[in-house]
């Protein structure tokens, strides 16, 4: 069971709040237009994400979270596995998706299966949010 962030200490939150992030080149620079197209409309979304852009390693290797990746994941307060596709708007009535612009699909960004992070959801709460599965997004080809 993951600890809480008052159960650990500042340098554990810290790394909860700000986890290593990899992406690969071709997310990275959608990343940016997206967030950069959306600063002036979405500055409170827009932001964190080009945070987190900057922050992120550009580096291939082991599935991490990107535009059109399947998620599994768990939100320590409900302990239920959630499985997500972050998409760069969601379509309506498509509960299974969920925008890069959102305070989750800014979480997730970037993670890889086993990596926690500290993130705070629509209301301002803090969330601990772990990473269970990444699944790439569908090639062209299948």
């Known amino acids: 069971m993951p600890t809480t962030p008052q159960a650990g200490s500042s340098a554990e939150t810290k790394a909860l709040r700000r986890p290593p992030l990899r992406l690969n080149a ?14 002036l409309r979405n500055p409170r979304v827009a932001g964190p994400l080009l945070e987190e852009i900057d922050r992120a390693k550009v580096a291939s290797g082991p599935a991490t979270v990107g535009l059109g990746s399947r998620v599994q994941f768990v939100d320590a307060l409900s302990g239920r596995p959630q499985v997500v596709r972050v998409v760069e708007a969601p379509q309506t009535g498509a509960d299974d998706e969920v925008g890069i612009l959102s305070p989750l699909g800014v979480a997730l960004i970037g993670l890889a299966a086993g990596q926690s992070i500290l993130a705070r959801d629509h209301l301002g709460s803090e969330r601990l949010l772990t990473v269970l599965h990444v699944a790439p997004p569908p090639t062209a080809a299948g």
Do not use: C, G, M, P
């Open 26 to 39: 071709s997310d990275l620079r959608r990343l940016e237009a997206i967030a950069l197209n959306s600063l």
